[in-house]
């Protein structure tokens, strides 16, 4: 066993510690509310039963939470499928890096996906700003959230880099636990799944071998979620819109707003791609590189995966036809189906202050919808991706 004690401050919680945290959460008045959101045809006290019979994490993410993404899925998704699952090792754990579409449904659903296949939970690497009180708090680290701490100086980003780093790598090659991590800092707003190269450097930090060991032992595998109806779309494209002008300032609550909202909202259909693991030949050949160029060839084989994986809807092939002018996708939908998702923009678009300008507002809203369908485009041609330095000419294959 593993002594973990140094990061108490940013780990889970233990069994003892969500049973008692879970506990309390269960007295809290507004339980009732949430249990006859997700729980209609039951008592008020439902949730709160079960709650009460929680003896572990591991009962919790059976009884409560499995049952809470199996709703969000049957009520607000049209149909919900997902590949690959061939690609993780059983005996091995690993690294899942994620495309980050929306806050909690991401790795929610990865979740569900590995509990149907009888695959240990991962812990999931989430930021601290979505810790607004202490009811978040005890039910987020009663589900193996680890904690990411922002909004510090750069001095305590690097001590908070170098103990997240630590408790990643240690988790995995100790065969503790597998861990989610997203690709980015943040949702992706703009439709371009790109990862970090930072996230990358972070990974490194912790390792006591060469470059190419201590990115092996880390078992990497890309995940790639794809939904019909971008969670929170608009919010999206306001928060860009308004960032083109001023730095974006969140209102008090608009995180738990958006978590909110992005169960709520109807997504269509739901695809989860399980990525090939990378490579050891990748690896060695990234090592190979100089200085940053090693990052940005990892940055590079992971991107290749969640683009490949990514899954295209008629919604993503509208809004490219739309935004270009052209019919170069019209048989993949009908007029019908095209004028319906401009009915769905025009909604969303009311749905925001009107002293923002609606013709670059709907243009960012497209570009959401749209920028997949560039980034597969650009990929079969061989040409670089947004962010990427690495030229085709080095490409890897995958």
Known sequence: MIDLSEFESISPYTDEEAVKALGIVAENPVLQEVSQYFFPDEAPEYLQ??????KSIDDFQIMVMSKVVEWVIEHTAHNFSYDGIAN?????????????????????????????????????????????????????????????????SARELYLSSQMLSKYIRLNITEQKSSIWLAQRQGRTKDGEDITEQGLLKMLDMSGSADFRQNFEELNIIPLSISYEYEPCDILKARELLISQTQKYVKAPNEDLNSILTGIKQQKGNI???????????????????????RY??????????????YKLWKTNYIAYDIINECFR??????????????????????????????????????????????SKELLAEKIDLPGWKLQWGREIKV
């Not at 940005?296 to 994986?309: F, N, S, T």
């Not at 923002?356 to 749209?370: G, V």
Request: proline content about 4%; glycine content about 4%.
């Open 88 to 152: 993780i090792d059983r005996e091995r754990k690993f690294l899942a890096l994620s495309n980050h579409r929306d806050i909690i449904l991401d790795p929610a659903i990865t979740q569900l996906v590995l509990y149907r296949n009888g695959i240990p939970l991962t812990e999931i690497a989430v930021g601290d700003n979505l810790i607004t009180n202490k009811f978040i708090e005890y039910l987020i680290r009663s589900n193996r959230m680890i904690k990411v701490v922002r909004g510090i």
């Open 49 to 54: 039963n079960l709650l009460k019979q929680v």
């Open 296 to 309: 940005q060839w990892i940055r590079h084989a992971v991107d290749l995966r969640v683009i490949d994986g």
């Open 271 to 293: 695809h989860l791609n399980i990525g090939l693991p990378l490579s050891p030949e990748e690896i060695d050949a990234a090592s190979k590189c100089d200085k940053n160029d």
């Open 329 to 374: 996708y019209s048989d993949k939908y009908s007029p019908e189906e095209a004028q319906a998702f401009v009915d769905y923009m025009e909604h969303q678009l009311d749905t925001v202050e009107k002293s923002l300008n609606r013709e670059e507002l709907r243009h960012i809203f497209l570009k959401i919808y749209s920028n997949p369908v560039l």
